[in-house]
């Protein structure tokens, strides 16, 4: 099982409506998550962290965290085609020494048509 | 604040050459973590600095090296370079010294061996 997977896109949604990317992670160690965006020859940007099992909002974003799960996910609300880019989840430790180590999921690519 | 800044942002060189990137951090981050990117493996990480100390180490051959100096700044080196080093490489900084903070990527540099 690899220890980040996330859903298999590319996903496809009409300006306007919601995004929905999901994440699970093997480690349950894992305390905190970031999720990224990055545009198609950018780098990842940081957009959203979560520290707390349950839900953060940041305007349009909205990240859940379910520890007993393992599972986290980012809500897009109001797509619009400026979040079109590959969205990136990675808890940021799995614990022992993994100073300084995010481990990338695969990454989703969302697509806003207009 | 400006943010992370890396040299070159593009760079060919050859096979058995040796290549040396660098990194900035954002002002006061004294964490400074390298990744590199390619299509098929995704975001992987190479080695995490603070304090001049390495404190961890990703799966990447000996040719991989890095170092960090007094003021934050870090370099990567990559010797007897392979076609298959070429890739997008990533060094990100973080104020936390701790695991679950916060990490910021520079644009990247491009390196393209033939």
């Known amino acids: 099982q690899k220890e980040v997977e996330q859903n298999s896109g590319p996903l496809s949604v009409p300006e306007g409506a919601i995004a929905s990317l999901n994440c699970t992670y093997s480690?349950?160690?894992?305390?905190?998550f970031f999720w990224y965006r990055q545009y198609s020859g950018k780098s990842p940007e940081l957009i959203m962290f979560i520290y707390s099992n349950g839900d953060k909002e940041d305007g349009r974003f909205t990240a859940q965290l379910n520890k007993a799960s393992q599972y986290v996910s980012l809500l897009i609300r109001d797509s619009q085609p400026s979040d079109s880019a590959t969205y990136l989840c990675a808890p940021p430790w799995g614990g022992g020494t993994s100073y300084g180590k995010l481990t990338f999921g695969q990454g989703t690519i969302l697509t806003v048509h207009p | 604040k400006a943010g992370v800044t890396q040299t070159p942002r593009y760079l060919i060189k050859t096979r058995g050459q040796q290549v040396t990137l660098s990194c900035s951090p954002i002002s006061g981050h004294r964490s400074v973590s390298w990744y590199q990117q390619t299509p098929g493996q995704g975001l992987q990480f190479l080695f995490e600095?603070?304090?001049?100390?390495?404190?961890n180490k990703g799966n990447f051959p000996g040719r991989f090296s890095g170092r960090q100096f007094s003021n934050s700044r870090s370099e990567m080196n990559v010797s007897t370079l392979e076609l298959g080093d070429s890739a997008l490489y990533l060094c990100?900084?973080?104020?936390?010294?701790?695991?679950?903070?916060?990490?910021?990527f520079g644009p990247g540099t491009r390196l393209t061996v033939t």
């Open positions: 990100a900084s973080s104020l936390s010294a701790q695991r679950d903070g916060l990490w910021y």
């Open positions: 600095y603070f304090s001049e100390t390495q404190r």
């Open positions: 480690d349950r160690g894992s305390q905190s």
